[in-house]
């Protein structure tokens, strides 16, 4: 037995459970039954139980995402970077679509202390994995500062998702290629900002120099001749 066949076909009839259950211990016996799969697969499977359910159907929509942008070939390669990710964005959307209640009441449990760690880790995930996909690769600061951000409009973004009752979740598309293009602006400013720095450098260096050497003239002009008198 494939354990990953296992874990994909487990998790597609818990979707359709969620619905009505929640992630709960009855959603996964009826999963169960409807895959016939016995609990000793499903605890092999999830060793960590519900964790590593919601786990798994986080990686499963970034999998789906990452096949479908990379099924686009040079059509997807051949963006920009900020499209990259915009698009990247929007297909995860469409991936999670056909199950938008079962993402509103994973947000639940991911509210309760024992699930606290495990959000945030999971949408790390998610966001590493677009900025991958888009040929990021920053090793310095920026590597966490992109990641930040996009986690950042990733979660504001689901809220919006949540909400979206627009055709085809226009609005929500509009909302992310918004919040990209912002965050493209901000980093394309940044590095302007950078390169002017470097630019802007020497002019206040040689400012600096002409200072001191005044300074300097001043202080031999004003220092008394040897074995004369102090200047006043």
Same mark, same amino acid.
């Given at each position: 037995?494939?354990?990953?066949?296992?874990?994909? @076909?487990?998790?597609?009839?818990?979707?359709?459970?969620?619905?009505?259950?929640?992630?709960?211990?009855?959603?996964?016996?009826?999963?169960?039954?409807? =895959?016939?799969?016995?609990? %000793? #697969?499903?605890?092999?499977?999830?060793?960590?139980?519900?964790? /590593?359910? *919601?786990?798994?159907?986080?990686?499963?929509?970034?999998?789906?995402?990452?096949?479908?942008? @990379?099924? $686009?070939?040079?059509?997807?390669?051949?963006?920009?970077?900020?499209?990259?990710?915009?698009?990247?964005?929007?297909?995860?959307? $469409?991936?999670?679509?056909?199950?938008?209640?079962?993402?509103?009441?994973?947000? %639940?449990?991911?509210?309760?202390?024992?699930?606290?760690?495990?959000?945030?880790?999971? *949408?790390? /995930?998610?966001? /590493?994995?677009?900025?991958?996909?888009?040929?990021?690769?920053?090793?310095?600061?920026?590597?966490? =500062?992109?990641?930040?951000?996009?986690?950042?409009?990733?979660?504001?973004?689901?809220?919006?998702?949540?909400?979206?009752?627009?055709?085809?979740?226009?609005?929500?598309?509009?909302?992310?290629?918004?919040?990209?293009?912002?965050?493209?602006? %901000?980093?394309?400013?940044?590095?302007?900002?950078?390169?002017?720095?470097?630019?802007? @450098?020497?002019?206040?260096? #040689?400012?600096?120099?002409?200072?001191?050497? #005044?300074?300097?003239? =001043?202080?031999?002009?004003?220092?008394?001749?040897?074995?004369?008198?102090?200047?006043?």
């Amino acid at each position: 037995m494939d354990i990953d066949t296992a874990r994909d @076909e487990i998790l597609q009839a818990m979707l359709d459970n969620v619905v009505f259950d929640g992630w709960t211990e009855r959603s996964l016996k009826e999963s169960l039954a409807m =895959t016939g799969y016995d609990r %000793a #697969v499903a605890d092999r499977a999830f060793p960590n139980g519900m964790a /590593d359910i *919601l786990s798994h159907f986080s990686a499963w929509a970034d999998r789906q995402m990452a096949d479908m942008v @990379e099924g $686009e070939g040079d059509e997807f390669h051949r963006r920009r970077t900020g499209d990259k990710v915009t698009h990247a964005l929007q297909r995860r959307f $469409e991936v999670l679509e056909p199950h938008k209640e079962a993402v509103r009441r994973s947000l %639940a449990v991911f509210a309760l202390p024992t699930y606290a760690p495990l959000g945030p880790r999971l *949408l790390y /995930d998610t966001v /590493d994995t677009i900025w991958r996909l888009a040929g990021d690769s920053a090793t310095d600061f920026n590597f966490y =500062t992109k990641r930040a951000a996009l986690a950042g409009i990733l979660s504001s973004a689901t809220l919006y998702w949540i909400n979206d009752q627009s055709p085809d979740d226009a609005e929500t598309r509009d909302f992310v290629a918004r919040r990209v293009a912002r965050l493209d602006q %901000a980093g394309r400013a940044v590095h302007r900002y950078g390169r002017i720095g470097g630019l802007t @450098e020497a002019p206040w260096r #040689v400012a600096a120099r002409l200072r001191d050497r #005044v300074a300097a003239r =001043t202080a031999r002009r004003r220092a008394p001749p040897p074995g004369g008198p102090a200047a006043d």
